[in-house]
């Protein structure tokens, strides 16, 4: 060992290598009990909020908003009860829906009571107005007191053409959230989403179980002109709906395939009321960085979720969701990233933010939060690199990405991974929408390239099958449960490690060079072109 010191480095700013002691000890703390499933504004917050900023503290890191380590994140919790009944009017007669089996419906206002009162149907396709492409499911009618019915998914889905929406790679357009804030941008009263199993990605029990109960969003926000009441029916009910209006299902689902749908009132009328209970805390994201050498005011952001859903319905005699893949390990990762940074002999050029967002289980909000009231200017964020659940597998032969395709942050990926020997490739679902899915989507919302991905198609020594039976299992017994813990018996963390050391070096990668990776043309997300200055 001694000996080898010998040998020079040709750079003292050569990437370190990440400690997977470092990755496990966090790993282990915050899986424990007692952080009681880091739900946000529940007891188990503010130990996390300490544990996060007492590590960030003693690696020399700097508070990374004006002198403090957090960032307050106002949280709005609502609370419906939902009319047991939704009344469907068509010229057929008046039906009524039941409540959880028929229909879902929610609303992200702050009101204590909405009604819909034979608010008219409209039916408007897959809900998509994208204006370079020429498409408008809106086109031509006043959404003001009506209710549309949209399609679930996007166009390309189930087609044919790989380059019409995509094919079956799901674009944002296809995702329940975009579906949403685009009925808020038209005004509608209220929106109504067709559920459909493959479409979706998930069976409806997943909408019903989502949608009900207490739903949190962020706080603060002005809501009042948005759509009021939104939800899901199912596809039978939909299908009745049509049939009941004097039209075919499947016929006017082909013509919204097409640039020439035109949205059309159905000549029924819905009514359904939602009471609310609203209360709001203030929950933290965790922020530090170092800053750069040379170009301090140009930033790579690391972000991975700190909470879990807390403590829940007692399954096997256990109630509290540890979550310890989800995402105590993401956490623990972009700990172990953060020493690496901060014990290297050469600080980086460009500065490197650690970012712990709070309430990613309930909708991204911390992230959310950050991309509206940024600390560290978007417009000169280079990049986000995420982490959300590290591959408790084993080494790995694949990085596979989420979303690959959207943006340069590929290149990196690809060269980084073949230096350690592993190849790119696309994430094994691109239908599900994952790339919608965690917090390094809102950065790419507004314009940041992000990076999402991880080993997990072919495992180094037991190859794919292993893979994906290993998945499969956690995604049955474990995902969003009490048995999402860590176990030092069963855990391997090389692929873990081997993907920290990856973001690392990326990171590292793009905190010396002077560039800005970028969209790629047929991505959905762009940087706004004022913005970025070089
Ligand atoms: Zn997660």
Sequence with gaps: MAFLGCQEKTSTNEPSEIQANTILKHLEELSQDKYLGRMPCMA??????????????????????????????????????????????????????????????????????????????????YGIVDEKLGWNDYADIDMKGKTAVVLVNDPGYGGDDPDFFKGDIMTYYGRWTYKYEEADRQGAEGLLIIHETSSAGYPWFVVQSSWQGPQQGLSGIDRSQDCGIKGWISLQKAQELFTNCGYDFTTEIKKARTKEFKPFSMDAKV?????????????????????????????????????????????????IYNGALDNASGTAAVLSIAEAFATAETPPERSVVFLFVTAEEQGLLGSEYYVKKPIFPLAKTVCNLNMDGLNPMGAMKDFSITGMGHSQMDNY?????????????????????????????????????????????????????????????????????????????????DGGVQDAQLYYNIGHDLANNRDWPKWNESSEFKRPTKTLKD
């Design 413 to 493: 990926a690809e060269k980084h991974a073949k230096a350690q020997g592993r190849y790119i490739v696309q994430e094994a679902e691109p239908e599900k929408g994952y790339f919608f899915r965690s917090d390094h989507f809102n950065f790419a919302k507004f314009g940041v390239p992000a990076l999402y991905g991880d080993g997990s198609l072919e495992h180094a020594e037991k190859g794919k099958e292993y893979a994906e039976t290993f998945k499969k299992d956690y995604v049955e017994s474990r995902y969003h449960a009490p048995s999402d813990e860590y176990d030092a018996g069963t855990w391997n963390i």
């Design 44 to 125: 188990g917050e503010p130990l996390t909020i300490d544990y996060l900023t007492n590590e960030l503290k003693s690696l020399g890191l700097e508070p990374g908003n004006n002198g403090s380590y957090t960032q307050d994140v106002p949280l709005l919790t609502i609370d419906g009860s939902i009319s047991d009944e939704m009344i469907v009017e068509t010229k057929e007669g008046k039906e009524s829906w039941k409540k959880g089996t028929d229909f879902v419906i929610h609303t992200q206002r702050n009101s204590s009571q909405l009604i819909l009162e034979e608010s008219e149907l409209v039916f408007c396709g």
């Design 271 to 319: 009514s359904a009321s939602l009471t609310n209970e609203t209360k709001e805390c203030i929950s933290k994201n965790v922020i530090a960085y170092q800053k750069g050498t040379k170009y301090p005011d140009e930033y790579i952001v690391y972000t991975a979720h700190w909470d879990h859903i807390g403590v829940g319905k007692v399954v096997e005699g256990d109630s």
